[in-house]
Nanobody
């Protein structure tokens, strides 16, 4: 059974940085695209960042230039480096592998507030 475990969230002031991690059970990252989503209170889940198996990346416009997605297949881990954080980045962040559409982790809460 595929499992995803996110970590690294927390409370940070505006302008601060956090690095989120997502560890997968088994060697499932290799050959698969990985995504980061977020869901803010009262809003729908939003795709934030994408990285293909060939390391192609794409981002939602609101985080371009501030967030960086990366992956380490040997460690079955994906990362989301978040810089220049804004209050509107406050959300629960989830990683996701499109090949396993019904598998979601518990998410990690990011709160940006002074």
């Amino acid at each position: 059974q595929v499992q995803l475990v996110e970590s690294g969230g927390g409370l940070v002031q505006p302008g601060g940085s956090l690095r989120l991690s997502c560890v997968a059970s088994g060697s499932i990252f290799s050959g698969n695209a990985v995504q980061w989503y977020r869901q803010a209170p009262g809003k729908e889940r939003e795709l934030v960042a994408f990285i293909s198996s060939a390391m192609f990346t794409n981002y939602v416009d609101s985080v371009k230039g501030r967030f960086t997605i990366s992956r380490d297949n040997a460690r079955n881990t994906a990362y989301l480096q978040m810089n220049s954080l804004k209050p509107e980045d406050t959300a629960v962040y989830y990683c996701h592998i499109p090949r396993y559409p019904f598998t979601w982790g518990q998410g990690t809460l990011v709160t940006v507030s002074s």
